[in-house]
């Protein structure tokens, strides 16, 4: 099976971003469609990863709409799924499964990034500062410790290039203190949940990254949820403090790539480089088997 790379529907202004082509469809909602193409270090990667889309937009639609989740009753985006709700011309397309009918948003220009363990570049920062974006933590913890209480990390949401870690009064600055702490309690509270929920299914979500927009004046969380695209998750039998994890994400991508850029291959600015079958199949795998566990459904 080939990954989809793009999607081209004839007829509606496109948007395209690192993984998604986003179309206008004029009456104050948008068609969402998730491409396979997998994004690492802010460079998207020269070919991608078969039914990842569908795999990110039947979790998200799973996590914002299911009674199972603990989180669907958070005001969101997501209007459906069903391809049959929307223009011909999609159906047309074979989006089934990967196309999502969503409320048009204001979107806040940050990402709203909550870490209940101490990984990535979280964990980086922690060995030469003992912080975590402005966050002082307690000496001498470990990679992939626990941290005694989820801590909020924002960054800068990027089209294009590099997102970058900023501090909380940073945020505030470009969206406002009450907005800002409207956005922070919520994505807290989210992660919470949703950590609780995974757990006793087996899987660790050790962080997370939120969007969050107005609709009718109202904040609304949009976007991908709780996906191995914006999501680290580890399985929790396995867990041990104190060294890396086993992935069900896009990490175990990451892990091949620093390999290229420590053996000088690749730099991380030049455009994605094209991977390798096997770490294509695995990654396949693991974005299939998460979400087997947390919604306890097949994927077909």
Same mark, same amino acid.
């Given at each position: 099976?080939?990954?989809?790379?793009?999607?081209?529907?004839?007829?509606?202004?496109? =948007? &395209?971003?690192?993984?998604?082509?986003?179309?206008?469809?004029?009456?104050?909602?948008?068609?969402?469609?998730?491409?396979? =193409?997998?994004?690492?270090?802010?460079?998207?990667?020269?070919?991608?990863?078969?039914?990842?889309?569908?795999?990110?937009?039947?979790?998200?639609?799973?996590?914002? &709409?299911?009674?199972?989740?603990?989180?669907?009753?958070?005001?969101?985006?997501?209007?459906?799924?069903?391809? =049959?709700?929307?223009?011909?011309?999609? !159906?047309?397309?074979?989006?089934?499964?990967? +196309?999502?009918?969503? !409320?048009?948003?204001?979107?806040?220009?940050?990402?709203?990034?909550?870490?209940?363990?101490?990984?990535?570049?979280?964990?980086?920062?922690? &060995?030469?500062?003992?912080?975590?974006?402005?966050?002082?933590?307690?000496?001498?913890?470990?990679?992939?410790?626990?941290?005694?209480? *989820?801590?909020?990390?924002?960054?800068?949401? +990027?089209?294009?290039?590099?997102?970058?870690?900023?501090?909380?009064?940073?945020?505030?600055?470009?969206?406002?203190? !009450?907005? +800002?702490?409207?956005?922070?309690? /919520?994505?807290?509270?989210?992660?919470?949940?949703?950590?609780?929920? /995974?757990?006793?299914?087996?899987?660790?979500?050790?962080?997370?990254?939120?969007?969050?927009?107005?609709?009718?004046?109202?904040?609304?969380?949009?976007?991908?949820?709780?996906?191995?695209?914006?999501?680290?998750?580890?399985? /929790?039998?396995?867990?041990? *403090?104190?060294?890396? &994890?086993?992935?069900?994400?896009?990490?175990?991508?990451?892990?091949?790539? !620093?390999?290229?850029?420590?053996?000088? +291959?690749?730099?991380?600015?030049? *455009?994605? *480089?094209?991977?390798?079958?096997?770490?294509?199949?695995?990654?396949?795998?693991?974005?299939?088997?998460?979400?087997?566990?947390?919604?306890?459904?097949?994927?077909?």
């Amino acid at each position: 099976m080939e990954a989809l790379m793009q999607t081209n529907v004839l007829g509606y202004k496109r =948007r &395209q971003g690192k993984v998604r082509d986003i179309y206008d469809i004029g009456d104050n909602t948008l068609v969402v469609a998730a491409t396979d =193409r997998i994004s690492a270090f802010d460079r998207v990667m020269a070919n991608g990863i078969p039914n990842k889309g569908k795999v990110l937009t039947l979790l998200t639609q799973f996590w914002l &709409q299911s009674p199972q989740s603990p989180i669907s009753d958070f005001h969101n985006h997501l209007i459906s799924i069903d391809i =049959r709700t929307m223009p011909g011309p999609f !159906q047309d397309q074979d989006l089934t499964g990967r +196309a999502m009918l969503c !409320q048009k948003a204001e979107v806040f220009p940050v990402e709203c990034v909550v870490r209940g363990y101490l990984t990535g570049s979280g964990w980086k920062e922690y &060995q030469e500062t003992g912080e975590v974006c402005g966050i002082k933590l307690p000496d001498n913890l470990l990679e992939c410790a626990r941290l005694s209480e *989820p801590i909020f990390t924002p960054s800068t949401k +990027a089209e294009t290039g590099h997102d970058e870690n900023i501090s909380f009064e940073e945020m505030c600055d470009r969206i406002g203190l !009450q907005v +800002a702490e409207l956005l922070r309690s /919520a994505s807290l509270k989210i992660y919470r949940l949703a950590h609780n929920f /995974a757990l006793v299914r087996g899987v660790i979500i050790a962080d997370t990254k939120f969007e969050f927009g107005m609709v009718d004046g109202e904040v609304t969380l949009i976007d991908e949820v709780l996906t191995p695209d914006s999501s680290r998750f580890w399985p /929790a039998k396995e867990y041990e *403090p104190g060294r890396g &994890q086993f992935s069900y994400d896009k990490q175990y991508v990451r892990d091949w790539l !620093q390999k290229l850029c420590d053996s000088g +291959a690749w730099d991380k600015d030049s *455009p994605g *480089p094209s991977l390798p079958e096997d770490i294509v199949s695995t990654t396949q795998s693991r974005y299939i088997e998460i979400y087997k566990r947390l919604t306890g459904q097949d994927f077909s």
